[in-house]
């Protein structure tokens, strides 16, 4: 890496990580499925603006490209996105980071089950690690006052469909930039989860705390909109097991992050973390 791909990489790993504490902030004024529907919408349209002032091409074409969208926003953005902020709003935020990064470990499942991949020992020791580490959340949340152990199944479900998502993802024959998926994925997704916000959920009440403006200004201009163009980049200059680093780092951060608002991490999460890390560098780190 360069300098410039490095310096883009520890921005990344630290925007993803403190996101989670940063959602939770949100939701203190804003139900959750709202939050997530209308960030997702003005940060397409972020990204809509940036790529389009850069040249480049952000309109679909053909009934065939139409449907992948559709196809893909369904795990990868309603599912993943609309899942996981329903379990910020039941868990600690840095619990919820670490349970939203088992995800690698269900794709590689997934994998294995459907499209014949070899079960190794490598992923045994995954399944493992995840396993621990989401009996130790668990044993944590029955034994909290305040604990929730509804937040668990929501992120469990959440990496689920990011898994599955990421699966599809790969095995799809796209025709059309990543640019233009991604922006189009979230517009979907937008659509859909205002939709079921609009049936479910109250409509966030006028005015907003400054701290709601900060939250909302973060999750529409660097978490849909910069986060997404350094990801672009670098995904295409850096191998997989360089992004691979980046997301072991992500949960970590979240809980570290997760103290500034006063969720201060138990004992239970720092093995939890240990154990998803060890999870992650299992299915995603180089094989030498």
Same mark, same amino acid.
């Given at each position: 890496?360069?300098?410039?791909q ?5 921005? +990344?790993?630290l ?14 004024e804003?139900?959750?499925?709202? =939050? ?21 091409s ?12 559709l196809?893909?926003? +369904?795990p990868?953005?309603?599912g ?20 939203? =990064? ?16 070899r =079960? ?7 399944? #493992? ?28 479900a ?14 799809a024959k796209?025709?059309?930039?990543p ?31 400054? #701290?709601?403006?900060?939250?909302? =200004? ?7 909109g ?11 200059a850096?191998?997989?097991? #360089? ?24 004992w239970?999460d ?9 999870a ?7 094989r030498?």
């Open positions: 890496m360069n300098a410039r490095l310096l883009g990489l520890v921005l +990344l790993t925007m993803w990580g403190v996101n989670w504490p940063v959602m939770k902030l949100g939701l203190r804003w139900s959750p499925l709202w =939050f997530r529907a209308v960030t997702m919408a003005g940060g397409a349209l972020v990204l809509l603006a940036y790529y389009r002032s850069q040249g480049i952000v309109l679909p074409r053909g009934v065939k490209q139409w449907r992948s969208i196809v893909l926003a +369904l990868n953005m309603m993943w996105h609309g899942l996981s902020i329903i379990g910020v709003a039941h868990l600690p935020a840095g619990r919820a980071a670490i349970l939203g =990064f088992t995800m690698p470990v269900f794709t590689v499942l997934l994998t294995v089950l459907f499209y014949g991949e =079960f190794t020992a490598r992923l045994a020791l995954a399944v #493992t690690a995840v396993l621990i580490a989401i009996a130790l959340l668990l044993w944590n949340e029955l034994h909290a006052l305040a604990g929730s152990p509804v937040g668990i199944a929501w992120m469990q959440a990496a689920f469909c990011w898994a599955l998502g990421t699966v599809w993802m790969q095995r796209l025709t059309l930039a640019e233009t998926l991604v922006i189009w994925m979230l517009m979907v997704a937008s659509l859909g989860l205002g939709l079921v916000a609009n049936a479910t959920e109250p409509v966030p009440s006028w005015p907003f705390s400054a #701290t709601t403006w900060a939250v909302l =200004f973060w999750s529409v201009l660097l978490n849909y910069v986060a997404q163009v350094i990801w672009f980049s670098l995904a295409r850096l191998p997989p097991s #360089t992004s691979a680093m980046s997301v072991t780092a992500v949960p970590i951060v979240g809980v570290l992050g997760s103290i500034f608002i006063g969720e201060w991490p138990s239970q720092g093995l939890a973390i240990v154990c998803v890390v060890v992650i560098s299992a299915v995603l780190l180089r030498d």
